[in-house]
């Protein structure tokens, strides 16, 4: 016979469990969709003009950067091209938020990012160009070559984050000494184990790390509500350390979660999982059609919360900027655009021998061989000096 169980009522199966799926989560943020600037109990920094200002140049920068690696796929001059349209905010937010001895370890998208931190769009393009692997060096800009592999490169940064504590660089209390690790990553990767297994490293040992999670709703095809049945910054609660989830179409608030999220990593007290809630307004690389499978309703919608026009609105409204100084920057963004075309189509062939150089630090008897094999079946053919 089988025994009835009484039906819980729900408010006690909430206070074991948390707020049922469909509550709706905590977003932070700073400005609103109006260009309306907001407070914060928690997360609130007083912001003067130049730095407002900045922000808007960075993301309009970012988004010719975009706009013109676009074009040059579509004229053959790339073999492919990851957009970020749409999504300005959420990495210049996290990008400026950065110290210089802090190190990124980014995916395939964060243009913006490595905008920041000083890294030549055309080397961008050079990756996407087939012509080198990255023309940057990743020590010397803080900031890691592009990850094709799905989440691979949540584990590096958290290997890397483990070695800066051994090196006592974390929670020494010297601004100029102590750094943390940013690693980036999308809501699809946050399905793949390499994520979650760098989740684990980093609660485990308290690594310095700041998982930021750039949920642009679609992982290719895929909406987000197939993906998690709550929220991706609840997530960290299972793993141990605090999520929070900010408006990833707010410069501002951003950049404010993502310093404070930092802060904490540099002070020795583990990580935080940072959701920037923002929407991909364009294409998931420009191999891909999102017609066939999103509405443009929804893409309509979001275009209504554009960074950009977000923050015009506000610097217009305050007084922050003029039409002249809007002049100069669409200029200069001109000026952007036309050095990538020009740089883009300027780019050499590597040498056929190139995939020697960068393999080892010092090259080995085995790889010279290797080497000198190729060269000599190079020049077998005709014109064939390698």
């Not at 690696?69 to 937010?93: C, D, K, P, S």
């Not at 692997?133 to 890691?144: I, Q, V």
């Not at 993906?227 to 608030?253: C, K, M, T």
Request: aromatic letters at 10%; charged letters at 25%.
């Amino acid at each position: 016979m089988t025994q009835h169980t009484p039906e819980r009522p729900r408010a006690a199966f909430e206070d074991v469990f948390g707020p049922p799926r469909d509550s709706e989560p905590e977003l932070v943020q700073l400005l609103t969709p109006e260009g309306e600037r907001l407070a914060h109990p928690v997360f609130d920094i007083d912001f003067d003009a130049d730095t407002v200002r900045g922000f808007y140049r960075d993301m309009v920068l970012v988004r010719r950067i975009d706009t013109e690696a676009t074009a040059l796929q579509r004229h053959g001059e790339l073999g492919l091209w990851a957009q970020l349209l749409g999504q300005e905010a959420a990495q210049v937010g996290a990008g400026r938020a950065l110290r210089a001895q802090d190190h990124v370890f980014p995916t395939y998208r964060e243009h913006g990012v490595a905008y920041t931190r000083g890294i030549d769009p055309l080397d961008l393009l050079g990756l996407f160009r087939g012509v080198d692997h990255g023309g940057w060096d990743p020590e010397e800009k803080h900031f890691g070559l592009y990850t094709v592999v799905i989440g691979a490169q949540t584990l590096h940064a958290v290997g890397y984050a483990m070695g800066m504590q051994r090196d006592g660089v974390v929670g020494t209390g010297d601004p100029e000494r102590d750094a943390a690790v940013v690693a980036h990553f999308g809501d699809g990767a946050s399905s793949q184990g390499d994520v979650n297994e760098a989740f684990i490293f980093a609660a485990s040992y308290d690594a310095p790390v700041v998982f930021f999670c750039q949920n642009n709703q679609w992982a290719i095809s895929e909406p987000i509500e197939r993906q998690s049945r709550i929220p991706l910054y609840q997530r960290a609660l299972g793993f141990g350390f605090p999520g929070v989830r900010v408006d990833g179409n707010d410069v501002l608030a951003t950049y404010a979660v993502t310093k404070a999220a930092l802060q904490r990593a540099r002070e020795g007290q583990g990580p935080t999982f940072v959701e920037a809630y923002t929407y991909r307004m364009g294409a998931h690389t420009t191999t891909d059609d999102p017609t066939r499978y999103r509405l443009n309703d929804d893409v309509e919608r979001w275009k209504l919360r554009d960074p950009i026009k977000r923050l015009e609105v506000h610097l217009r409204r305050n007084g922050l900027v003029d039409d002249t100084w809007l002049a100069d920057l669409a200029a200069e963004a001109d000026e952007l655009g036309r050095h990538l075309r020009e740089g883009c189509k300027a780019m050499p062939d590597p040498a056929p021998t190139a995939i020697f150089e960068h393999v080892y630090a010092e090259q080995t008897e085995e790889l010279r061989a290797q080497r000198e094999g190729f060269e000599a079946y190079h020049a077998s053919f005709d014109g064939g000096a390698a």
